[in-house]
């Protein structure tokens, strides 16, 4: 087993040279950007996230629109800061109302998170570990769903990654001062996308410079003038929404912050094993090739003592495994969360190959490592491919694209739903009802009045028929969520002409006007 200096010493000993020669970096991007982009486009907004953010980013777009409120089929919505709404809303702009550009947020997110890794495994360890741990991140399974799927995550940690890379640099240099700027912009720019979740990987970063006795890492960290610098520069929107409507206190402070903590609304929970046996998902198929390698290696690995697993955990371990600890550790849970951890999983792996690599066979790692990636690109492409075939049919996370297709097709008019399908505005327009018990609104003032329809997307359950028949338009239709028996639309049919009905996936048409 290769040599482990000790923990108060940089941590490149645990990198041996390696007769497999690193690709280009350039060539290595290149790789990754068309993995991460293929057929990108091909695939319909998926509900509720991708057409949630991207109608908010849309909203951004209309004439007269103030780009301090996000607005969510006319009710304000602040779950979220709004840089990644603005990112998209740009899109829309320059690429058109489409699927590619509501991800290009996401793809360039990614792609900043593979920079990063690269950056900050360069200065920390060597060129080699750099560049294996760009292409484990960008290939993680993990960091191509979500770079293929409108949230914030994937931005978040892009400027996150590349946060820590920047202290990197400054560590390299010194302590040198306009890095850490540069570091404090960027981590500055995580909290304006998404806020809070940042902190984790912050306070991994932290806590891995205290137990490698890093001083030179702190110093360059200044981590107290960090953490009040992210919060006085990323606290404006919030104040401003504060300032306009003070009874978002309650909303910021307890919804999105206590409730995350100790049990969300939205029912987010899992078991405290939930991002561990997650993550054997979410980091294939990278791990999968380091078991096989230790499998081969056999008695050549010495059993280690604790000394040396922390000095081998180095930082990205550290930040890795505090990081599981926290989301563990928190009632709310999703599996988007931890692809903030990915790059450094990515730089643990990374490293764990290039040490076990010279204790197998060169013909065996190659080999395995062809049959890995190869089986890995066939199951993702095809994926892709197929996934078009079904996606209205996969229930709650179904496209609105062949719905608002058909409902094209019969010249409808107005649409009611029995759910809340906000990618329908994407793909049809304005003219949408959503027949719910609850609207989404936050704020006690806001009345949710669409300037377009003159009153607000939302019926009750126990008005929708006369709702209905006040409408002026002469060709309406119903969506019916078929997987849900209890839904409004549940008896419709028996009122409709059935010669008219038309199924689309777990989806029926029904037109009643």
Known sequence: MPEIPAASQPVSGLVTPATLSPLPLWALLLGVFIFLSFDYGGRGLNEPDEGRYSIIALQFLTPGADWWEPKMSDFGHYDKPPLVYWFTALCFKVLGRNEYAARVPCLVGALLTVIGVWWAARRLYNELTARWAALICGTFAQVWLLARFLTPDMLLTGFCTLGVAAWAESRHRGGHIGWWLLSLTLWTLGWWTKATPLLIPFFGLVLACWLLRDRTGLRALRPLRLLAGIVVLGSPWFLVMLARHPDLEQFFFHRELVERVTGHIDGRHGNAFYYLFLSLVAWLPWWLL?????????????????????????????ITVIGLIAFSALA???????????????????????????????????????????????????????????EARIRWNSSMRPIARALRAQHAEVVYLDRYWPGIEFYFGEQVYYVLSREPRERADDNGVCPSLGRPHFVLPTQWKEHIGSNAATNIWLVHYTQSGNAPFADARRDTNRREDIAVGDFELLRVK
């Open 332 to 390: 709310s849970k999703l599996p988007t969360y931890t692809v903030l951890l990915a790059p450094w999983a990515a730089l643990l792996l990374a490293r764990g190959l290039l040490a076990v690599r010279p204790l197998v066979s060169a013909n065996f790692f190659q080999r395995t490592t062809i049959i890995t990636l190869v089986l890995y690109g066939f199951l993702i492409v095809t994926g892709v491919l197929l996934y078009p075939r079904f």
């Open 290 to 318: 380091l078991v096989l390698c230790w499998w081969r290696a056999g008695k050549a690995i010495t059993r280690p003592s604790l000394n040396w697993l922390l000095g081998a955990l180095g930082w990205d371990g550290i």
